[in-house]
């Protein structure tokens, strides 16, 4: 994972809201990213996967506090 990947999930990650853990996790693998210049697949394959949840989350939320958004138009 490059640098530029790394901020970009980073800026989504701190955009919503985290647990205590995963807010302890993105620290460490940031401590970890700044000293070694590169992130472990493990590392890479967890802060995806939070990422990947937290924007179907904030979809979903989305959705469930506007259900007129999926209208259906008929025709007369």
């Given at each position: ?12 990650l701190?955009?919503?809201?985290l ?11 940031e401590?970890y990213f ?17 990422c ?12 469930q506090?506007n ?5 259906s138009?008929?025709?007369?």
């Amino acid at each position: 994972m490059n640098w530029e990947r790394f901020r970009d999930i980073l800026s989504v990650l701190n955009r919503c809201e985290l647990t205590l853990r995963e807010r302890q996790f993105v620290e460490a693998v940031e401590r970890y990213f700044r000293q070694n210049g590169k992130v472990t697949d493990q590392q890479e394959s967890i802060l995806e996967g939070m990422c990947k949840e937290k924007i179907w989350i904030a979809k979903a939320l989305m959705n469930q506090s506007n259900p007129l958004k999926k209208s259906s138009s008929k025709s007369i």
